[in-house]
């Protein structure tokens, strides 16, 4: 498997977890707990995700 490939799988599973949490309520009760570090995962699992979609889609792949 390819590294770009393994990359973008780890990016598209960690939307899931992030759609998951919004859809079941736990991310609310997260933020509700511990907001900032919950806020500082959230903001990182999506600017991993935003790279390397653009990554894989743009030809580096």
Do not use: C
């Amino acid at each position: 498997m390819k590294k770009s490939t393994l990359r973008m799988l780890l990016a598209v599973m960690g939307v899931v977890v992030i759609v998951y949490g919004l859809i079941s309520g736990r991310l609310a009760e997260s933020f509700h707990q511990t907001p900032y570090s919950t806020g500082f995962i959230v903001v990182i699992l999506l600017i991993y995700a935003v790279v390397n979609f653009w990554n894989f889609f743009k030809g580096n792949r």
